[in-house]
C-alpha cells in the first residue's frame, strides 16, 4: 500500500491481486470514515491523514477477532482523530486571524440528508469547535452518526454512563449556539443570489435587507493572504465595507457550488480560485458570512467529496 490508504485521492486504483478482505472492508466504510474525521476535525487534509493512520492500524487486526467491522474501524478513526484534534487546537493558538474549517466541495446529493447536511455545514463546525475534544467526539458519534453508547465509551475511553452525561452536556451547549432552525438549500441558494446580486450592483439598502442586524462576517486568510483580521459585526458596517468594495471584485467571476452540503460562491480569478463564500441563514436573514481565502484550505476544490453516514 506504500503508506496510502486504499481507495484515498493520492491512490484510487483497485487492489491487485486476490480480494483483500481488510481491503473491502475499509474501502466500504471509508466515505463513512473520512466525514466522521473530517466533523472532528474541520480539515478535509487531517481527515486523510487520519485514515492514512486508521488503514495502517486496521491492516495489522486480525479479522478473525472482530465482530463489527464498521465499528471497529469507527473506533480507530475516532481516537486517531481525537489525538489529533489536540494537537490542531495548539496549532490553532499560534494561527494568524480568524480560523474557519476547510470548506469541501459537496455532491449535490448530500442535500437529502438533511442532518448530515447540516452537520458539516460551515456555521455547525464552527460550533463544534466550541466543545472539548472529547464532547465533540461523543456529539457527533451520537448525534449525526447514531453510534451507540457502548461503542462511544470504546471509542473515548470513558464508561457508557459517562458517555451518557457527556452527550446530554455536548447537546445541550450545540443547540444553544447552532442555527436557530433547519434552513433548506433552496433557502440558502436564494439568499445566496440576493447577496450576490447586492455585491455586485453595490446595493447598499438591499444588502441590509439581506442582513441581520447582528450579522457577523469573518474572513479566514490564515496570514498567507489579506483578509479581516478580526470578526466585522453589525449589518451597517457589513454592508458598508461589501458595497465599497465593489471594484475589487469587478473581474472576479462568482461561480455556484455545493460547499459543505449547501450553495455557496466559488470566487475566481483568472482561472484561480481565491474564496469561497458560505452563509449561515437564521430566520430568512444572513446573521453569518464566512470567507474562507488561505489557499492551503481552497486546494481540495477541485473535486466531489462523498460524505456518508
Do not use: C
Not at 100 to 114: F, G, R, S
Not at 168 to 182: I, L, M
Not at 206 to 229: T, W
Amino acid at each position: 500500500m506504500d503508506g496510502t490508504s486504499p481507495g484515498s485521492t493520492e491512490d484510487r486504483t483497485e487492489p491487485q491481486g486476490a480480494p483483500d478482505p481488510a481491503t473491502d472492508a475499509f474501502v466500504a466504510h471509508r466515505n463513512l470514515l473520512f466525514t466522521v474525521a473530517y466533523e472532528m476535525l474541520g480539515s478535509a487534509a487531517d481527515a486523510e491523514d487520519v485514515l492514512q493512520e486508521t488503514w495502517l492500524r486496521w491492516a495489522g487486526v486480525d479479522l478473525a477477532t472482530v465482530q463489527n467491522q464498521r465499528a471497529y474501524l469507527v473506533r480507530i478513526t475516532t481516537r486517531q482523530a481525537l489525538t489529533r484534534l489536540r494537537t490542531l487546537g495548539r496549532r490553532k493558538e499560534s494561527y494568524v486571524g480568524p480560523w474557519l474549517p476547510e470548506p469541501l466541495l459537496t455532491t449535490p446529493d448530500i442535500a437529502e440528508d438533511v442532518e448530515l447536511a447540516d452537520s458539516v455545514s460551515m456555521a455547525m463546525l464552527l460550533v463544534l469547535e466550541t466543545l472539548t475534544p472529547t464532547e465533540r467526539a461523543v456529539f457527533v458519534l451520537r448525534d449525526v452518526f447514531d453510534v451507540p453508547y457502548n461503542e462511544i465509551a470504546a471509542a473515548v475511553d470513558k464508561n457508557a454512563a459517562a458517555v451518557r452525561q457527556i452527550a446530554h452536556r455536548a447537546r445541550n451547549h450545540v443547540a444553544a449556539r447552532r442555527p436557530r432552525g433547519t434552513v433548506s438549500a433552496a433557502e440558502t441558494r436564494d439568499a445566496l443570489n440576493a447577496f450576490q446580486r447586492a455585491v455586485q450592483t453595490g446595493d447598499l439598502q438591499n444588502l441590509l435587507d439581506i442582513l441581520a442586524p447582528d450579522v457577523v462576517l469573518v474572513g479566514d486568510g490564515g496570514g498567507k493572504v489579506e483578509a479581516f483580521p478580526v470578526p466585522l459585526v453589525g449589518a451597517d458596517k457589513v454592508a458598508g465595507l461589501l458595497s465599497s468594495g465593489r471594484r475589487l471584485l469587478a473581474d472576479a467571476t462568482f461561480q455556484p457550488a455545493h460547499v459543505n452540503g449547501y450553495p455557496a460562491l466559488i470566487v475566481r480569478r483568472e482561472d484561480r480560485i481565491e474564496a469561497v463564500i458560505a452563509l449561515r441563514i437564521d430566520e430568512g436573514l444572513i446573521t453569518g458570512l464566512y470567507t474562507v481565502r488561505n489557499p492551503e484550505k481552497l486546494s481540495n476544490l477541485t473535486e466531489q467529496t462523498t460524505l456518508r453516514r
